[in-house]
């Protein structure tokens, strides 16, 4: 699997917001072919040309949710080769919990606080369940990579860096 050549590598951002015990969700069912069609997930997306994962990050959540941020944390960096079966997405896991604005509607999906103990409860992607403990964790930052096979999880490598 280590010896595959993509298409491309897309770099992408991903973000959790906080809300005292909640974190902002985004249930994805209204897409047409979406890849994620179901599953809970963060907030983010793509690096426009000439953006940081910062700047991607900020843009996004603004995008999606109708939320400003303020002073994301960078928490960690996941790898998902070969994900969508041809491109090896690169993602900047970034938490939030300074935030103004109200939320708008998605078009992607429905928008839902959820409590922090309910997460690992939703239809979440299999490798989310592996970082999503550590996303929470004060002075922790993460690695890994994430081999999905028809949308199932296969392998992983994960490590977590206490700081």
């Given at each position: 699997?280590?010896?595959?050549?993509?298409?491309?590598n897309?770099?992408?951002t991903?973000?959790?917001?906080?809300?005292?015990?909640?974190?902002?969700?985004?249930?994805?069912?209204?897409?047409?072919?979406?890849?994620?069609?179901?599953?809970?997930?963060?907030?983010?997306?793509?690096?426009?040309?000439?953006?940081?994962?910062?700047?991607?990050?900020i843009?996004?959540?603004?995008?999606?949710?109708?939320l400003?941020?303020?002073?994301?944390?960078?928490?960690?960096?996941?790898?998902?080769p070969?994900f969508?079966?041809?491109?090896?997405?690169?993602?900047?896991?970034?938490?939030?919990?300074?935030?103004?604005?109200k939320l708008?509607?998605s078009?992607?999906?429905?928008?839902?606080?959820?409590?922090?103990k309910?997460?690992?409860?939703?239809?979440?992607?299999?490798?989310?369940?592996?970082?999503?403990?550590?996303v929470?964790?004060?002075?922790?930052?993460?690695?890994?990579?994430?081999?999905?096979?028809?949308?199932?999880?296969?392998k992983?490598?994960?490590?977590?860096?206490?700081?």
């Amino acid at each position: 699997m280590e010896n595959e050549s993509y298409s491309h590598n897309i770099i992408a951002t991903l973000c959790y917001v906080k809300k005292r015990d909640k974190v902002l969700m985004l249930h994805r069912v209204k897409k047409q072919n979406d890849i994620h069609q179901g599953k809970y997930n963060g907030l983010g997306g793509k690096l426009e040309k000439g953006e940081t994962p910062y700047e991607c990050v900020i843009r996004e959540i603004k995008e999606e949710s109708g939320l400003s941020i303020k002073n994301p944390v960078l928490k960690g960096i996941l790898n998902f080769p070969n994900f969508d079966g041809k491109n090896n997405w690169i993602v900047f896991v970034y938490i939030s919990d300074k935030f103004s604005g109200k939320l708008v509607k998605s078009e992607e999906g429905n928008l839902e606080w959820v409590g922090f103990k309910d997460i690992l409860n939703l239809p979440l992607w299999e490798g989310d369940k592996i970082f999503l403990k550590d996303v929470f964790k004060k002075n922790s930052f993460f690695y890994g990579t994430f081999y999905y096979r028809k949308n199932r999880l296969v392998k992983y490598k994960f490590q977590t860096i206490k700081k």
